[in-house]
């Protein structure tokens, strides 16, 4: 049975730093993987038992604008759809805080899953540590 944990600081969810160490540092090389957001953030975590599977973060921009990121499930439990339930357990969330907007960045590989949910790829490609992503947004 998973459970998910939503708080507003990445030291009380430990499952998200491990999801996110696992995932963007270790896998996939990235180096600057926690950032000034993380203090600003809502941080998701979906556990099965007390391991952190699945991960996603949101923090909200001056223009009220939610930007949602960190979306990342260990290699092991992909397959299941808990990356799609990590980015609808947090738009839930967000509405609850009045949200109307969120912008993220999706590398390439994730757009079908976020176009699915309803994001819509807006601009050129852009690079994050050398890895291409492209802008995607949704009303709520």
Known sequence: ???TRITRTLEENPGAR???TAVFMEEQGYKNE???HDADAVHLCIYDGEE???TARSYQKPDGVWVLGRVAVLRERRGHRLGSR???ELEEYLRGLDAKEIELSAQLH???MYEALGYKEEGDLIYDEGQ???M???FL
Do not use: N
Request: glycine letters at 4%; aromatic letters at 8%.
């Open 52 to 54: 952190g599977i699945a």
């Open 1 to 3: 049975m998973y459970t």
């Open 110 to 112: 994730a757009m079908k």
């Open 18 to 20: 491990k999801v996110r």
């Open 136 to 138: 995607m947004r949704k």
């Open 132 to 134: 291409p992503h492209k």
């Open 86 to 88: 990590a980015v609808q």
């Open 34 to 36: 926690f950032d000034d």
